[in-house]
């Protein structure tokens, strides 16, 4: 399961445990990763973001170090790519499914074969086909 930068902010914003309701979503055990690309997103928040941005990504920072694998290698595909970018290939790559609330980046996956997980509604995590 990848994540985007906009998804490890839910817990925050909205207050939903994607940790808890993404493995009820897909009925199982899930191994949550995160790019190097998002990472660097969340760095730069953490610095350069209004000051309730700052405060969830210091939060989120701690939920990665709980629940996430950073992927330090990624494949040669990936390296130099922009977050969305990486995450459309990764998951082609890999089958991965992709949390994420941006719409057009959902679309882009659907549109590949990918699948994705959003926020529905405020308040409810769906996942694509």
């Not at 939903?16 to 309701?21: L, P, Q, R, S």
């Not at 191994?31 to 660097?40: G, H, R």
């Not at 920072?61 to 629940?67: A, G, N, T």
């Not at 990486?86 to 980046?105: K, R």
Request: net charge neutral; charged share 20%; aromatic share 6%.
């Amino acid at each position: 399961m990848l994540l985007d930068t906009n998804f490890l902010l839910l817990p925050f914003q909205r207050h939903i445990d994607i940790f808890e309701e993404i493995p009820r979503l897909v009925g199982g055990h899930v191994q949550f990763l995160l790019l190097p690309q998002i990472l660097s997103e969340l760095r730069w928040l953490e610095t350069h973001g209004t000051t309730k941005e700052r405060k969830a990504v210091k939060s989120t920072l701690m939920l990665v170090e709980q629940y996430c694998q950073i992927l330090e290698e990624t494949p040669p595909s990936i390296k130099n790519l922009d977050a969305d970018s990486a995450l459309l290939n990764f998951a082609q790559e890999t089958g991965a499914i992709v949390a994420t609330n941006d719409g057009q980046l959902r679309r882009k996956l659907v549109n590949q074969g990918s699948r994705a997980i959003f926020l529905r509604k405020l308040a409810v995590l769906a996942l694509t086909g």
